[in-house]
């Protein structure tokens, strides 16, 4: 995600209820645009109020904390928003705060995609299909049915709020509350949308052609701004995340850029030396095995690997050599290894310790060499 909520708040993961409440209120108290003029603030409290709505609920929170992204559907709900106000508004004593707007920002929305390993090599496009809040095509994200406006809220005269007078120990004390007719809007809307219910928006399916980047790796993430749910009564959308996860191939085993793979091949051809062809993402390739190659030899396909995700190079495929030992001989065969065994002084072999020593040979075998 592009903001972490905890940090936003300044709370830690295992916050509580109240610890968040708390961190909010003082938060709210130097941000909030009556306070503070500055266009910057107003984004931060957005943000912190955004943050505050997710993690004061028990069921956002654990979605959230699972990585499920903020939104949700109805997420951005303005539920929570008149307790904070009223909350906020308490914290301040009599300030003058104006209508609040319907509108706002849909929440981000992560997506998984599975792809093979085929479309990392170069790059390639997908096709992404989603579940998410698009803009109700009834009333465009007015949330009222067409040709209707909403009207100016009569209790409050369009002001999102209510001043009392009560009297008190300390005297006359004024306390301003949110208009509960308008729920702080300043008007109302009497005639609701019938699509969206009056919320401006509607649950949608969406495709969506992805750019799938060379050498992206599993858990890579990509954003794609705006592509999000649709916002609340025609508020900004959220983005969207895309998540790539590449699946395994059966023959080629990615390390980096390089592609590792295994190839069987007989005790003679291993000998004799022999070319073999080897079916890649480049097409038909002759891996050449040199004569006496021993097992765990490699042979390097240069540049046939992964396209390097920032270098833009690509790796090597790294053909390791498995040489297969003949287990079922013939009498004719059996005939045939012997004589060689006799030619080459073989037919009584001794004990005999690598060259290289026990321990370094141990040591190579280990570390897969
Ligand atoms: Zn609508
Ligand atoms: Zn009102």
Request: with cysteine; charged share 25%; net charge neutral.
């Amino acid at each position: 995600m592009n903001e972490d909520y905890y940090e936003l708040l300044g709370v830690s993961r295992d916050a509580s209820q109240d610890q968040i409440k708390k961190a909010y209120r003082k938060l709210a108290r130097t941000l909030h645009p009556d306070v503070n003029p500055d266009p910057d603030a107003a984004e931060k409290f957005k943000l912190v109020s955004q943050a505050y709505e997710t993690l004061s609920n028990e069921e956002k929170r654990r979605m959230y904390d699972m990585g499920g992204g903020p939104g949700g559907m109805g997420g951005g709900g303005f539920g929570g928003f008149s307790d904070i106000f009223d909350m906020f508004t308490g914290g301040m004593g009599q300030r003058n705060a104006g209508p609040v707007p319907r509108t706002q920002r849909g929440g981000d929305l992560l997506q998984r995609v599975n792809v093979e390993l085929a479309d990392v090599i170069r790059g390639s496009e997908k096709t992404v299909r989603f579940t998410s809040a698009a803009v109700c095509p009834r009333c465009y994200g007015s949330c009222g049915e067409p040709d209707t406006k909403p009207v100016t809220c009569t209790v409050c005269k369009g002001q999102g709020h209510v001043q009392r007078v009560v009297q008190s120990l300390l005297g006359q004390m004024a306390t301003v509350t949110v208009c509960s007719a308008c729920q702080g809007h300043g008007d109302i809307i009497e005639h609701p949308c019938v699509e969206c219910s009056g919320y401006g928006r509607v649950r949608d399916e969406r495709e969506l052609r992805v750019k799938i980047p060379a050498g992206a790796e599993t858990g890579v993430r990509l954003r794609l701004r705006s592509e999000g749910e649709a916002g609340v009564a025609g508020g900004p959308s959220g983005d969207l995340f895309i998540e790539i996860h590449v699946e395994r191939h059966p023959v080629f085993v990615r390390e980096g850029d390089n592609l590792q793979t295994v190839l069987e091949l007989p005790m003679t051809a291993a000998a004799l030396g022999a070319t073999i062809t080897l079916e890649t993402f480049d097409g038909p390739q002759e891996v050449v095995v040199p004569a006496g190659s021993q097992p765990g030899d490699e042979v390097r396909l240069r540049g046939l690997g992964v396209t390097g995700l920032s270098s833009g190079r690509r790796g090597d495929i790294r053909v390791s050599l498995k040489i297969v030992v003949p287990t079922k001989l013939n009498e004719r065969q059996r005939e045939l290894l012997s004589e060689l065994a006799t030619l080459r002084g073989e037919e009584k072999p001794e004990s005999k310790v690598p060259e290289q020593g026990v321990f370094s040979w141990l040591r190579d075998k280990f570390n897969g060499r």
